[in-house]
């Protein structure tokens, strides 16, 4: 049984910067393609990041190119969403998911979600 844990997520005020992780466990993930999701309330899901097997390839929403950076460490069977100059618009819980059997998945039919971590920027 695959486990996806989100850690990372906590109060910060606008323009800090939070580093969230998702350590997979019960199956290695370097086979799977990874990706960040949030929501927030009244809001759907959307997909914020997501990155290739090799992490060759990353692909972002628009309201968070150039502020997020997704990355993996296979080794680790982590993958991270860097985040920078966070804005009050960027409280969210935020999930990450994983897809097996595609190198590279940007759709919503992930097959494993972790539980997610709460990020709330407010001053």
């Known amino acids: 049984q695959v486990r996806l844990v989100e850690s990372g997520g906590g109060l910060v005020q606008p323009g800090d910067s939070l580093r969230l992780s998702c350590a997979a466990s019960?199956?290695?993930?370097?086979?799977?393609?990874m990706g960040w999701f949030r929501q927030a309330p009244g809001k759907e899901r959307e997909l914020v990041a997501a990155?290739?097997?090799?992490?060759?390839?990353?692909s972002y929403a628009d309201s968070v190119k150039g502020r997020f950076i997704i990355s993996r460490d296979n080794a680790l069977s982590t993958v991270y969403l860097q985040m920078i100059s966070l804005k009050p618009e960027d409280t969210a819980i935020y999930y990450c998911?994983?897809?097996?059997?595609?190198?590279?998945?940007?759709?919503?039919?992930?097959?494993?979600w972790g539980q997610g971590t709460q990020v709330t920027v407010s001053s």
């Open positions: 990155i290739s097997w090799a992490g060759s390839r990353t």
């Open positions: 019960g199956s290695t993930i370097s086979s799977a393609a």
């Open positions: 998911a994983a897809k097996w059997g595609l190198q590279f998945y940007r759709g919503n039919k992930f097959d494993y």
